[in-house]
């Protein structure tokens, strides 16, 4: 939960200081990822250690998709 909170928070500051265009959504993004990873913590629905490598598969690639496409839809900086 540190690691998205200290990576959503640095996407947002960076998306003001230097406009990368994917900052702006990657930094929410992470940001809402610390709900599903705090109900798995809390062991609400239980799952084993498969569900957290789901779940870190989905954070990891969601982040690549959101880069991917914003940037290639808007360009580096917008």
Do not use: D, Q
């Not at 610390?34 to 239980?46: K, N, S």
């Not at 690549?64 to 900086?77: H, L």
């Amino acid at each position: 939960m540190l690691a998205l909170l200290w990576m959503g928070m640095a996407c947002i500051a960076n998306a003001r200081r230097c406009r990368r265009t994917h900052c702006r959504y990657t930094g929410p993004y992470y940001l809402a990822m610390i709900v599903p990873v705090a109900a798995l913590a809390l062991g609400f629905p239980p799952v084993g250690i498969y569900g957290w490598l789901i779940l870190g598969c989905i954070i990891l690639l969601g982040s690549k998709a959101i880069w991917w496409a914003t940037e290639r839809a808007w360009g580096k900086f917008s």
